[in-house]
C-alpha cells in the first residue's frame, strides 16, 4: 500500500498541482513511517544514526527497523554502515522529494485560517505565478503573533510587480506580506555561493509552497 500511495503522490504533485488529496494521503502512511520522516524532514541533508531516530521518534529494536527497512525498500533512504552502527540519509529522487512535500502541505494548512488565506490570495492575484514561492520568517518556524508579516520569498525569470498582490491579501485577511524577489538564474548562483542572508534564511528555515517537487529537485542537485 505503501509504494502505491508514494506514487500517486508523485502523480498528483507534479509539478505545481497543490489539492487536497495529497494532504489526505499522509494520513494513510504509517505513523512510524511519518515520524522517521519527519526527523529527516527537519535535517533534510544529514546523516543521522539509528540511536539518535530512534531517540527522536521514541522507537526502539524492530519496530522502528521495520520502518527504516520499508523505506530503504521504497528508495526513499539509504544507509550506510558505520562502526557497529547504521546511518540513514535522505535519496535524492522525486518520491522522496514528493513525501517531504507532504509535510510542506502539512506546515501549510496547519497555519491560521487568515494567515493560509492570505498567502493564497497572494498567489492567486500575482501578475504571473513565479517558479517558486517560499514561506519564510516566523510564519515557517511558527514563531509569529497575530501582528506578524508574512515573509514570501518569490523565485522568478523576470521582475513581478507584486503590489496589488500585497494589497489584496492585506484587503480580505489584514496580513502585511512582505515580499522578497530574486532571478532563478540568481537564486541558482546563490545556492552554490551563500551571500545573502534573506534567501539563505528563506532556504534555511523556510519551505515551498509551490512546485515543491522542482524545489527540491533544484535545492539538492544545485547546492554545494
Known amino acids: 500500500m505503501y509504494k502505491k500511495i508514494v506514487v500517486e503522490i508523485v502523480k498528483y504533485i507534479n509539478d505545481n498541482i497543490f489539492i487536497t488529496i495529497v494532504h489526505k494521503m499522509a494520513t494513510l502512511l ?3 513511517i511519518m515520524k522517521i520522516i519527519q526527523v529527516f524532514y527537519r535535517r533534510k541533508k544529514e546523516k543521522i544514526h539509528l540511536r539518535k531516530l ?3 521518534t521514541k522507537m526502539h529494536g524492530q519496530s522502528i527497523i521495520r520502518y527504516l527497512d520499508c523505506l530503504e525498500k521504497e528508495q526513499i533512504l539509504n544507509s550506510k554502515k558505520e562502526g ?7 535519496m535524492d529522487n522525486r518520491r522522496t522529494y514528493a513525501v517531504i512535500s507532504l ?3 502539512e506546515k501549510m494548512e496547519k497555519l491560521p485560517l ?3 488565506n492570505a498567502i493564497n490570495i497572494y498567489i492567486k492575484t500575482l501578475p504571473q505565478l513565479p517558479t517558486f514561492v517560499i514561506i519564510f520568517g516566523s510564519t515557517a518556524k511558527e514563531t509569529y503573533t ?3 508579516d508574512i515573509d514570501i520569498l518569490i523565485v522568478t525569470n523576470t521582475k513581478i510587480d507584486t503590489t496589488l498582490a500585497e494589497k489584496e491579501a492585506d484587503a480580505q485577511c489584514g496580513m502585511n506580506i512582505s515580499t522578497f524577489q ?4 540568481k537564486f541558482i548562483k546563490e545556492l552554490r555561493l551563500k551571500e545573502e542572508p534573506v534567501i539563505q534564511s528563506a532556504i534555511q528555515t523556510g519551505y515551498p509552497v509551490l512546485n515543491h517537487i522542482f524545489y527540491y529537485e533544484v535545492l539538492y542537485n544545485e547546492r554545494v
Open 30 to 32: 504509517k505513523n512510524g
Open 114 to 116: 487568515l494567515r493560509r
Open 103 to 105: 509535510l510542506d502541505l
Open 182 to 185: 530574486i532571478n532563478y538564474k
Open 146 to 148: 497575530a501582528q506578524s
Open 84 to 90: 557497529n552502527l547504521k546511518q540513514y540519509e535522505l
Open 54 to 56: 530512534a531517540r527522536e
